[in-house]
């Protein structure tokens, strides 16, 4: 069965237990599933990859199908499902398992598919597709984010924000992170700074950075500082995304105190964290430990001070602590 991503929350049945989504579209997907499918689902999620499920199939089905009688419901999500999928979850679905959720995603299906056949034509199915956004829809979602941040940006400027972002969903949402980061203080924002601030979109982004410095992928690390050209605004910026992204990695580092499960805790944080990102935070939770990461963020305070007094060399500091924090132990 066909629904339209729009019709999903309000029309979502509990009893159907086989979703696929696809399409080009991955901020929506993520959104759909953080903000329709797991909050009416089981909170015990687990994640797989195809070529995952492929490879251990019997391992896979003796999970679903020989639960425990004690057990919670379940929901799986596998990602870059093909026509290769489609005969386990024939087998499934003939099984009548009623306590277990699979969602599967892709982002290209055409028409002939096998597995789009399927869905669309099953009743005991939902199929969605996620098309790309066009200019209105993303500039509806940049004035609704700025409005319920009591941000004051015309028109003009939520133009330049989202051409600069080309048109993509998750390129917005990460320029509107990065711009609501830097005024966060501030009531309004200028021309000037939005071109600031988003000036890296055409080369690697500033987030791409700092995750990669804080997984300790030095190669990567080191690539991304040669390829670009940073500015002391730029600077200034790489911090104050690192703390942004510090304080979040506090945070779920203090909920695994009580809470063990990584994907759980991934899952429930607010605001949801997208899937292309989890890989990235699951790989810092294990590089830092909480005393390590309270003192990072003081680093990062101090460093602040230093590169505001010294801009003349700020790329030269800033480059120097990346560096020193990628090689950290």
Not at 256 to 266: G, Y
Request: glycine fraction near 0%; charge should be positive.
């Amino acid at each position: 069965m066909i629904i339209k991503f729009y019709d999903l929350k309000k029309k979502f049945n509990k009893n159907t237990n086989f979703y696929l989504f696809y399409g080009q579209n991955a901020g929506l997907i993520d959104e759909t599933i953080n903000n329709t499918i797991i909050p009416n689902s089981s909170k015990n999620v687990n994640y797989y990859e195809e070529i995952e499920v492929i490879n251990n199939v019997d391992v896979f089905k003796e999970e679903i199908l020989n639960r425990s009688f004690f057990e919670d419901s379940k929901l799986i999500m596998i990602s870059r499902v093909t026509d290769k999928i489609l005969p386990i979850i024939e087998e499934i679905i003939e099984k009548n398992i009623n306590d277990v959720k699979i969602l599967l995603r892709t982002v290209v299906l055409d028409k002939k598919s096998k597995l789009r056949n399927f869905f669309e034509k099953n009743s005991k199915t939902i199929i969605v597709p996620f098309y790309e956004d066009n200019n209105q829809t993303l500039s509806i979602l940049a004035q609704n984010f700025f409005r319920e941040r009591n941000i004051n940006i015309s028109p003009e400027n939520i133009n330049l924000i989202i051409n600069r972002s080309k048109g993509d969903r998750l390129n917005l949402k990460n320029e509107l992170e990065k711009i609501f980061n830097f005024a966060r203080d501030k009531k309004s924002i200028s021309t000037e700074e939005i071109i600031k601030l988003t000036n890296l979109a055409e080369n690697y982004d500033v987030s791409e950075l700092i995750d990669h410095c804080l997984s300790k992928n030095k190669k990567k690390t080191i690539n991304i500082l040669n390829e670009n050209n940073l500015s002391s605004e730029d600077n200034i910026l790489i911090l104050k995304i690192f703390l942004f992204k510090l304080k979040r990695l506090k945070k779920l580092k203090e909920t695994m105190s009580t809470e063990k499960n990584i994907e759980k805790v991934l899952s429930s944080y607010k605001p949801p964290i997208f899937w292309k990102d989890k890989d990235f935070i699951k790989k810092q939770l294990q590089n830092w430990s909480l005393n390590q990461i309270n003192s990072l963020l003081k680093d990062i305070n101090q460093l602040e001070i230093l590169i505001k007094k010294n801009s003349q060399i700020s790329n030269l500091i800033t480059n120097n602590f990346i560096l020193e924090k990628v090689e950290t132990n």
